[in-house]
């Protein structure tokens, strides 16, 4: 057992890059592998707490090597064992356990990035020389609309809650359904901007002959039609905000005119001569990676560039399921029903449930359950490993896989399987298939394509 921690011999530049006082345990060798814990949250929240080779207790008591004031935790907790290239972690038989991912261990090798749960004390395996700061994780459980308790959204939160106030643009990214657009909007109403409108354009949804006239706006007689001036989205949001849907569907020649808004915030409208100074904020998602659209050659770099300065990513709801009771409470609520309105094995089928149209198709199915009785709660799939007669089943050597690799493979049989039987349903019919689904058309195409079922789908 190591004990007696050895100050540092000088200040490192890390104690500037963590919210709070960086701990170091032991003298580190030239040759040894550098890592910290850094405390996520709970009561020690903010600190780090270097690593050596070998063992450390982690707990309450004053005798452990990593002592946490958290009270949910037990006197000697954990024990950790730091060698080459990983930690192995050992439950030291806890009252309350250790977590990774929501699964309960005794005992796990840990990698840099890896998360784990004691109590209500999180903490992040790290290089020690690592230049990421210590992100404090909110205490919310909603932020506006969006609504989570797990540990990924309450990074979300965080980020939001900086951005929230600023004035800077900001870059909202995440697949179909994930909530981009309640993002944006509690961005405003969270802002300085929130008593100005909030202006929604939506640029998968406007033809794109439309757009630059929707965008900057246009003079009577630009074109056929335009019978009077008229006023864009940048300019009707006036001391508010402005958001952008589905930016990467912009197309490439409208692309420097937004350019130009973000960083001189002037927009000419369609036929006029003079630029307009606009005061507004933008707000962007997009469920389209825009890197491998800038590589494709079909978004702008430095317009990329300039989106991206601040930006969030909002996670599927399959990253997430233990948010899962918390989104389904949300929805009744809104709804003026109880919890109670669903019962404990409906509850627990859509706790298991992937969700690949996430937050939306959830909302979806609760609100059809409740408005047509849980017999009309729509058939779902066999989950992989779900040892149905006919059902895909968890094998030993997945089960022998890493964590996250095990998991990525599981999913990926489940989309494959749940697509199959969803063309099949509606003979190829992709808009039907959308529809039933509760995604987007453009993000269902790509999962077919995706897993090879194009072709055999009707060109889909």
């Not at 008591?61 to 935790?73: G, H, N, Q, R």
């Not at 939160?157 to 179909?176: H, K, N, Y």
């Not at 508010?240 to 960083?263: A, K």
């Not at 000419?268 to 003079?274: I, L, S, T």
Request: net charge neutral; aromatic share 4%.
């Amino acid at each position: 057992m190591r004990r007696g921690s050895v100050p540092s011999v000088a200040a490192s530049h890390e104690d500037e890059e963590t919210s709070g006082a960086t701990v170091p345990l032991h003298r580190a060798g030239p040759a040894q592998l550098r890592l910290k814990l850094l405390v996520l949250s709970g009561p020690e929240a903010g600190r780090s707490h270097s690593l050596e080779h070998g063992e450390y207790t982690v707990g309450k008591a004053p005798t452990c090597d990593i002592v946490l004031a958290d009270k949910t935790i037990s006197r000697q907790h954990l024990k950790l064992q730091v060698h080459e290239e990983h930690v192995l972690a050992v439950d030291l038989d806890s009252r309350n356990g250790s977590f990774c991912e929501g699964l309960r261990f005794s005992q796990l090798e840990l990698r840099a990035g890896s998360v784990i749960t004691l109590g209500t004390t999180e903490l992040k395996l790290v290089p020690e020389d690592t230049r990421e700061r210590s992100l404090l994780l909110s205490s919310r459980e909603s932020f506006g609309a969006l609504v989570g308790g797990s540990r990924k959204m309450r990074e979300v939160f965080t980020l939001l809650e900086r951005m929230a106030p600023g004035g800077s643009d900001v870059l909202i990214q995440g697949e179909t359904g994930t909530g981009k657009e309640l993002c944006a909007e509690a961005l405003h109403q969270e802002s300085q901007r929130r008593k100005g409108p909030f202006i929604i354009v939506d640029l998968a949804g406007i033809a794109p002959s439309l757009i630059e006239s929707e965008l900057f706006g246009h003079v009577k007689g630009a074109f056929t039609g335009a019978q009077a001036d008229r006023a864009g989205a940048f300019e009707r949001a006036g001391g508010g905000t402005v958001f952008l849907d589905e930016v990467g569907e912009l197309p490439l020649d409208l692309q420097p005119r937004l350019l130009r808004v973000l960083e001189r915030r002037q927009v000419k409208r369609v036929g006029a001569n003079d630029y307009r100074t606009v005061d507004m904020r933008v707000v962007a998602a997009t469920h389209v990676d825009l890197e491998n659209a800038v590589k494709e050659g079909k978004f702008r770099r430095d317009l990329f560039h300039r989106l991206a300065v601040l930006r969030v990513t909002l996670p599927p709801l399959r990253e997430r399921p233990e948010d899962i009771p918390l989104l389904v409470d949300a929805v009744l609520g809104r709804m003026g029903k109880p919890p109670s309105t669903l019962s404990a094995q409906t509850r627990a089928l859509l706790a298991q449930y992937p969700w690949p149209g996430n937050v939306r198709e959830l909302r979806n199915v609760v609100e059809q359950v409740v408005n047509l009785g849980e017999e009309a709660l729509p058939e779902m799939p066999p989950l992989p490993g779900d040892g149905g007669p006919d059902g895909p089943r968890t094998t030993t050597a997945e089960l022998e896989l890493p964590f996250k690799e095990a998991k990525e493979r599981l999913i990926e049989g489940f989309e494959r399987d749940y697509l199959k039987s969803l063309i099949e349903r509606c003979e190829g019919n992709i808009s039907k298939a959308s529809r039933e689904a509760g995604i987007d058309r453009v993000y269902l195409r790509k999962l077919l394509r995706k897993h090879g079922l194009e072709d055999r789908d009707g060109g889909a």
